[in-house]
């Protein structure tokens, strides 16, 4: 299989990352990592309001038609310390309309300013937010890419230890869970992946733990909870991600007890390929297929 040139704009983009990020300060890096958004084409028919959910900022996406009560919580990657609900507007909006839902993209705090479990918490106050403005747990479901596929699932398992109402579903785009990094891929797809460098990670963990130890936190680590009675996942992530034990063994954890979970391997695709949307076909048939999945979670024909 080959993949389309349309595909590459991210590769590239992903390298210049790499070649320029060298030396540079964090203030910087998170200013080119707003460029996540670049490869993204601006969907059509979608409006775009900022709010403040629960003192947390966050940016609704929502497509024209769309099922008004119905709702995805987008969580955005970038390690916990980069990214924004403007780098990530346009790919959370794309779901969205594929879905005939509204999103919420979430700005949760970032590392290393404030570090574990501080994310989390703002995740928390969003969903009880949500319910505080009539939206019912049954008609959300969490969707995160990369470290917000981390907040996406460890925000489930929180609600549900605190006897709250959980989501319908979670959707976990190129996840990255385990924080021992202890995945083969980190090394057999090391030539491949041009983003996810071993150094890369061990450098985002490093601001998002206070202590080495955090690691083995679940609520850090969703590759150490237990997966019984969590709602159904879907996964979608690249054939050529360094990340890509993560999401296997997401599914063997929840094919374990029995649980409910899609995963959708993209064969050759770099991590978050879905940034490509409405620019390669990979990526557009991605979502298409997670549209096509969550729609009945949420109730909808």
């Known amino acids: ?14 390298a210049s990352w790499l070649t320029r990020s060298e030396g540079m300060d964090l ?5 080119m990592f707003e460029e996540w958004h670049l490869p993204t084409i601006e969907p059509t028919d979608v409006t775009y309001e900022e709010v403040t959910a629960n003192g947390v900022p966050a940016m609704w996406a929502k497509p024209l038609g769309a099922a008004e009560d119905r709702v995805i919580v987008f969580t955005h990657g970038g390690g916990f310390a980069t990214g924004s609900r403007f780098s990530h507007r346009k ?4 779901l969205a309309k594929l879905a005939g839902v509204c999103a919420l993209i979430v700005d949760f705090r970032l590392a290393p300013e404030h570090k574990h479990p501080a994310q989390l918490e703002d995740c928390m106050a969003v969903h009880k937010w949500l319910r505080t403005q ?8 969490t969707v995160g890419d990369s470290a917000g596929a981390n907040l996406a699932i460890s925000t489930t398992f929180e609600l549900a230890r605190l006897d709250l109402p959980t989501p319908a579903a979670v959707v976990a785009l190129s996840p990255w869970l ?3 990094i202890k995945g083969m891929t980190v090394e057999s797809n090391d030539a491949v992946d041009v983003l996810a460098k071993r150094a890369v990670l061990e450098t985002m963990r ?11 936190d679940p609520r850090a680590n969703p590759l150490l909870s237990d997966y019984t009675d969590f709602p159904p996942v879907y996964v979608s992530v690249g054939g050529y991600e360094t990340l890509l034990d993560d999401s296997r063994r997401l599914a063997e954890l929840i094919e374990k007890v029995s649980g409910e979970v899609v995963l959708d391997v993209v064969d050759e695709q770099q991590h978050v390929f879905h940034f490509n949307a409405g620019r390669a076909p990979e990526a557009d048939q991605a979502l298409s297929r997670i549209a096509q999945w969550l729609r009945p979670k949420l109730g909808l024909a």
């Not at 299989?1 to 992903?14: A, G, T």
């Not at 203030?27 to 200013?31: C, E, N």
């Not at 009539?134 to 479901?141: M, P």
């Open 1 to 14: 299989m080959s993949v389309s040139k349309e595909s590459l704009f991210l590769n590239d983009l992903y």
């Open 178 to 180: 385990d924080m021992e």
């Open 91 to 94: 790919l959370a909006a794309h």
């Open 27 to 31: 203030a910087s890096q998170r200013d």
């Open 134 to 141: 009539g939206y019912k747990a049954e008609y959300t479901a």
């Open 206 to 216: 490093g601001m998002f733990l206070s202590e080495p130890a955090d690691a083995t």
